[in-house]
């Protein structure tokens, strides 16, 4: 190590006075030296238990069989019987279960996707572009996040009812498109991830206004768009109130079939919860890869938000 | 340097301004009105979908609508008098601000220590920031059909625990309160972990100095706890009370899922506002009466909204308060100022007077 580092021979960091130290010592390491002890690492693995344990008790519940649950001496080994609790689900004609899983796959990309982009055409223009008004039209947008769904839903199935779409997957898109959470995320982080100077080089260059926006803007605003892409996607997956309301059982997503699925087996737990664990899988995958990302996500949110 | 369509003379304003870069006068309009052609699509959405909705909500409460022909009577306030004189609407409530208090308090409360755990200097940081994360990918209604089996009176797990343990039994589901518990049990579950992070993240903002000169003093990490980082953590924790107020105040995917009928038990135990607008409009499709019911709503929202508000501005006083003076030293302070004011007057109008 020390071979490669072209460091004088013979001189280390700790030779040189202190004030001539070109860097100062780390002041977090300093202060928080110590490792925690037992209670930190034991209080953090209750907390991981009960995560998973609802994880764990629909596997063991679902890979049972419907006596199971009235079983007083139940083992805490998952059973056998998950994939035929799992087939009940799937081969149920009234849950249709591969459409609702197409269905909340197609619904969720897409709608991340096009949050996504808008949200970061908009953010870049409140962010980087001057406009008249642009301050106002910002808390405009901030405040409509405290609106709350169920007061426009009324007329929304009204004219969602008017123009033929319910019970369509449209429905549920196409309010979707476009959220003042995401503006408000890509703005704050546009701010600061791209200098002045970069937007004012491109004008002079003579690009065109959305040409600079393809070029400057959206490769700069990458990471902060798989994060929003991310959580889009997490709350579109997870939706119920509103498809639950505008779609019909022929046509459902994941979460309606879900609730479809307690009506038709609700003394059958086994089948029930087999259908939760089959409908978690996709997102728990999604997790595993991206969970890193989506936590740094909200950290991050947080701080500037 | 210049490219070729810059130097190009600049043609007569084209009909159809399609490409840009035709020249400066071009350039300049598309840098003037690009930028709200950028926001226009989340204007329009809203507009649509949004702000039209809310107030057709408003229109359409005062109406008798019918279903069949998509229009309305105009009716008065007949719909709000009938929500607001249905003892239904009471116990929704009720219901409602019970479920919240108990989720949110609890959840913040175990949000704070879980937060306050993982600001430790700990081993393998993502992997239980991860793990405390992971109930939130989980979509609500699934945790409610686990929950809901978990609370199970006759065969569920925790009343087996509880009985293996030599308690009673607990209704959860016939006995208001305690369904409220279970209810709320689901909400914490999917929600402390993503609150936890957000307090994670301002308790990491919070400067390392302040601890330093604290252990410097002499002062142990409870107190640490209590003297520093609660009282840093208050901006976000307002936060997070407000958004998850606006939630809670929402709630339906749980006590619609908590059993299979879904509508709120037989004495609706667990009815709340939410889920008898659903009923209210989708089950006896009476849209005047949910509209009426989705304002008394929003109103309701935007009270606590605003006692919400007001708390901030005392808490946001109050953190100010230890370094700045009470309210009484801030008038014997502006007291001794005047009368300095007044002392300086006169002493110069003196000085004045003896020198002319």
């Known amino acids: ?305 | 340097m210049n490219p070729p369509e810059v130097a190009k003379p600049t043609p007569p304003a084209p009909k159809k301004p399609r490409r840009v870069g035709f020249g400066p006068r071009l350039s300049r309009w598309d840098f003037k009105f690009s930028p709200y052609l950028y926001i226009s699509p989340f204007f329009i959405l809203f507009f649509i979908v949004g702000l039209f909705p809310i107030a057709f909500t408003a229109v359409i409460s005062f109406m008798d609508w019918d279903l069949v022909r998509n229009t309305g009577t105009f009716i008065g306030f007949d719909q709000y008098a009938y929500v607001l004189s249905n003892p239904k609407f009471w116990i929704a409530l009720r219901n409602t601000f019970s479920i919240f208090l108990i989720s949110s308090v609890p959840q913040l409360i175990f949000a704070i220590f879980i937060a306050a755990i993982l600001d430790q200097n700990i081993r393998a940081k993502t992997f239980w920031r991860m793990g405390v994360l992971l109930p939130y990918v989980m979509a609500p209604v699934a945790v409610a059909l686990i929950f809901s089996n978990m609370f199970g009176d006759q065969y569920g797990i925790v009343n087996t625990t509880l009985q293996n343990l030599g308690l009673p039994a607990v209704p959860w589901h016939s006995n208001a309160f305690a369904s409220h518990i279970a209810i709320a049990t689901m909400v914490n579950f999917r929600w402390t972990g993503y609150n936890t992070l957000i307090l994670l993240a301002a308790m990491q903002a919070i400067p390392r100095d302040y601890y330093e000169a604290a252990t410097v003093d002499g002062a142990g990490k409870v107190r640490q706890f209590f003297s520093i980082t609660v009282p840093s953590l208050r901006p976000t924790l307002i936060f997070v009370i407000i958004t998850s107020t606006i939630g809670g105040l929402q709630i339906f995917d749980e006590p619609r899922m908590y059993d299979q009928y879904g509508t709120g038990g037989a004495n609706y135990q667990w009815l709340t506002i939410t889920l008898w607008l659903y009923d209210i409009g989708w089950g006896e499709w009476n849209f005047g009466r949910a509209a009426a019911l989705a304002w008394i709503l929003f109103i309701i929202i935007l009270a606590i909204g605003v006692i919400n508000l007001f708390v901030t501005q005392g808490l946001v006083r109050n953190e100010g308060g230890r370094t700045a003076m009470t309210r009484a030293q801030r008038r014997t302070a502006a007291r001794l100022a005047k009368r300095d004011v007044a002392a300086t007057k006169s002493n110069k109008h003196q000085t004045e007077e003896a020198g002319s």
Do not use: C, H
């Open chain 1, 1 to 305: 190590m020390t071979a490669v580092e072209p460091v004088p021979v013979g001189v280390t960091d700790r030779d040189i006075a202190p004030e001539e130290r070109s860097r100062p010592p780390k002041r977090r390491r300093a202060v928080k030296g110590t490792r925690p002890g037992w209670f930190v690492y034991s209080s953090l693995a209750v907390v991981l238990i009960a995560s998973l344990f609802p994880y764990y008790w629909s596997l063991l519940i679902g890979s049972g069989d419907s006596s199971t649950i009235r079983d007083p001496n139940m083992s805490w080994i998952p059973g056998g019987n998950f994939f035929e609790n799992a087939a009940a689900v799937v081969n149920d004609p009234a849950v249709n279960f591969w459409l609702a899983l197409w269905n909340s796959i197609f619904s969720s990309a897409l709608i991340a996707l096009s949050v996504v982009f808008f949200s970061t055409l908009a953010g870049w223009a409140f962010a980087k572009l001057k406009f008249k008004g642009s301050s106002f039209l910002l808390i405009f947008v901030i405040a409509t996040m405290a609106v709350p769904m169920q007061l426009g839903v009324v007329p929304l199935y009204i004219l969602f009812s008017e123009i033929g779409w319910t019970g369509q997957i449209g429905a549920i898109i196409v309010p979707a498109l476009v959220t003042a959470f995401g503006v408000f995320w890509m703005t704050q982080y546009l701010q600061q991830a791209v200098p002045d100077e970069l937007i004012e080089a491109a004008r002079v260059d003579g690009a065109s206004s959305f040409r600079t926006f393809l070029t400057v803007g959206l490769p700069a605003a990458r990471p902060a768009a798989a994060m929003l892409a991310l959580f889009t996607f997490v709350t579109a997956w997870n939706n119920f109130f509103w498809p639950f309301i505008v779609l019909d059982r022929q046509n459902p997503t994941l979460p309606v079939a879900l609730s479809l699925l307690q009506s038709n087996y609700f003394v059958d737990y086994s089948i029930v919860l087999a259908g939760v664990l089959l409908s978690t899988i996709p997102l728990l995958i999604l997790f595993i890869f991206a969970g890193r990302q989506l936590v740094s996500g909200i950290m991050q949110g947080a701080v500037k938000g």
